[in-house]
């Protein structure tokens, strides 16, 4: 069965919304297999977003996600990284579909989409890749 790493971003953390979006995904029928709440520290989030380095937006981000405690779930079922993002939404939370998490629960604080509240794994291999890194 499918496994991907979701987590709930220092901004959803900070905002109380964590029970909210842990609600969301057992609603959709998905299994919580895992659930961690610590502050990340930047060697793990560099593995993270290892991607990203080099963009303009990289720094930021690094210190927003180690700002506060973020919630990290393992979620499991079929097809749940697809079905994750799609309950996520886009990642500008400004034009996320309401009835998405972004969409409900997000807006622009100024920062454009630095905080959109959640991650999810966007493949197989990424979410085999993550989930080692924040269920080491
Ligand atoms: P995630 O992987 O977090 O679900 P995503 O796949 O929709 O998001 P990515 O393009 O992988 O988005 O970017 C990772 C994260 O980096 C985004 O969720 C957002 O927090 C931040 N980010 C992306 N682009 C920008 C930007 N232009 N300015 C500020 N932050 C950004």
């Not at 500008?92 to 309401?98: Q, S």
């Amino acid at each position: 069965v499918e496994q991907t790493l979701i987590l709930v971003k220092p901004d959803g953390v900070a905002r109380g919304l964590s029970g909210e979006i842990l609600r969301r995904i057992e609603a959709k029928g998905y299994s919580v297999t895992g659930l961690r709440m610590f502050t990340p520290d930047r060697e793990l989030l560099a593995a993270h977003y290892a991607e990203h380095e080099g963009k303009p937006f990289y720094e930021p981000l690094i210190e927003f996600m180690s700002s506060g405690p973020v919630v990290a779930i393992r979620a499991e079922g079929h097809r749940v990284i697809e079905g994750f993002r799609s309950l996520a939404g886009t990642t500008d939370p400004t034009g996320a579909a309401p009835g998405t998490i972004r969409g409900d629960l997000g807006r622009d604080w100024g920062l454009k989409v630095q905080q959109n509240l959640v991650h999810g794994s966007d493949s197989t291999e990424s979410a085999e890749r993550e989930l080692s890194l924040w269920f080491a």
